[in-house]
């Protein structure tokens, strides 16, 4: 009996002291005190002081890494708001008043208008008619057995480890055979059939949903397309807010093709169109002025995240990464 | 269940949209790319037949091309451990049950999703000499360099800049962590197994299929990487942060050398193939499935 009691003393200890890995404390406790059925006060002074400080010391490298991991944001709002004379001031922190006139004076001066536009375009296009085709193609992979599924599948997985880079200057041909160069459709065609990684997510989620509800659906009389559109996708929901969130990013933040694609002042893209800033990358007037541009090609960023964070964080689960 | 040829076949319309822009913007560019490696050819005029000159030159008489590798070895090096493990450490802390979770969550995370051309402007004025990364140095008594300027100093700031990013990576880790089932935790105690053996026997056992497929991901990164390199330092000073990437969109759409760039092009590709299957084969030894025996 005594030899019991001082294991269990000993895994209370050790459970408490955890904080690695294990939530800490308390569940790998409750199991134990439910066997013996009495409550384990068994507790030294030692393992009470080594959890204090642990918690502690948690509770202090993830306040300072967050501020940390923050501060370069409020830099670039405090910039954006600042006028020419405030930005090498090292005694001002917040400028007051807030100089909106460098919002004004872009938006007026500049394309920004224009950009913004077309970045909206692009992503909203791309968003709605991509994750709308990824989730037909989806289906097709997950429910329908036609020939070469399975071949078509893993070439599809193939894909994603193919980088657009690679394939880069035979797409700019076609482009160019197309009569598209510096214009907004090498952004949106591409992306109009489906994005690899989409297919794959959704594919992924449509197989866990049980096959015996399609069949029920085709037994009421509904056709395949019938079943993707009243079973699989209300099913979905979930996925497809993921799905969407992140291609919304992918869209927004795309540099590399419109950098190479689009010229002209009034086609380019939110983050093509930053670099015009860049000229003088020394002169403060700018970096006011580049800071209240890239606080407008972030901003829809933060508010998509902040209303979507969920699907985010959900968007790693989804993805089955256990293998 | 009886299905008829027709709608065996009609499957493959579902998988139409992207069988059709697989086939127009992948497939084909794929294998005109391979072709065009093989020639010269200026975005003006037909490509002319050079047989492997290209890649002759690329290995004999290409300093850039070859800098360009070891900047690019040198940033994975660094970046990619260094990534994976502050990803790992916050992760573990923020799978504590502490206060305020999401928000801490939230600061680690939001970083990654705006990574691009506009906080690389950014970290350009927080990279100067008084800028803030020296200004905390200096609370700490380090004088800092002058990042943006020193060819030994910038592409620490490119790997420091790239820290800043490490969101995805922890929220992968933060999912698995999540996933890792408690009686596991719960037998070790009973075994008598302190924090440190846990950690080792249960929770980085747990987390291998995480750790391989962030340590795969932020590999291929590295072979991509560009946006920082164009924007915040140009490849330079003295091409210390020319990277793979930079030199072929110099090489493609700032000289119009389109054959030689095709050429750089499938050197990166077959890199992060021979990577990729480097990695998958490793794997077998170190990374842990559940249940993989069953299958």
Redo the contacts between chains.
Sequence with gaps: MRHTVVGRAHTAGTSAASGLGAPLGGSLESPQTALSGKPITVRSTSVRVLRALTRTLTYLVLLGGSVMFAIPFVYMVRWSFMTTGQVYDPDLFWPFPMAWENYTYVWANHPVPWWLLNSSVVTFIGVVAGTFSSCVVAYGFARLDFPGNRVLFIVLLSTMMLPLHVTIIPIVIIFRELNWLDTLWPLIVPGLGGGAFSIFVLRQFFMTIPIELDEAARTDGASRIGILFRVILPLSKPAIATVAALSFIANWNEFFLPLIVLNSPERITLPVGLRYFAAGQYTEQLHTFQMAVAMIAVMPIIVVFFFAQRQFVRGITLTGIKG | MR?TRWQ????????A??????L???L???I??IF?SFTNYR?IGLPEWVGADNYVRLFTDDAKFIRSIINTLYYTAVHVPGIMVMAFF?A???????KGQ??????????S???????A??????LQP?G?VNQFLGLVGIDGPNWLTSSTWAMPALILMSF?GLGTTM??Y????Q??P?HL??AA??D?????R??WH??VPMMT??IF?TAVLQI?GSW?V??QAL?VTNGGPRDSTLFI?LH??RT??EYFQ?GY??AI??V??VI??VF?VLQFGIARRW?Y??G?SER
């Design positions: 299905t065996r076949w009609s499957g493959l319309l579902f998988i949209p992207w069988l059709i822009t697989f127009w913007f992948t084909g560019p794929f005109a790319s065009l975005f916050v573990i802390l923020l799978n504590q049950k502490v999401p928000i801490y969550r939230t600061a680690f995370y939001l970083p999703v705006t990574a691009g051309v506009a906080t402007y950014l970290w350009i004025l927080l008084n803030l800043w929220i992968i933060l999912a698995a962590l996933g890792i408690q935790y719960e105690s009973v008598g197994a302190g924090v440190i846990k950690m249960v929770t299929p995480a497929l291929i991509q560009f946006t924007i990437l072929l969109y493609g759409f389109m760039a095709s092009a499938w990166l590709f992060i193939l990729t990374v499935y559940e993989a």
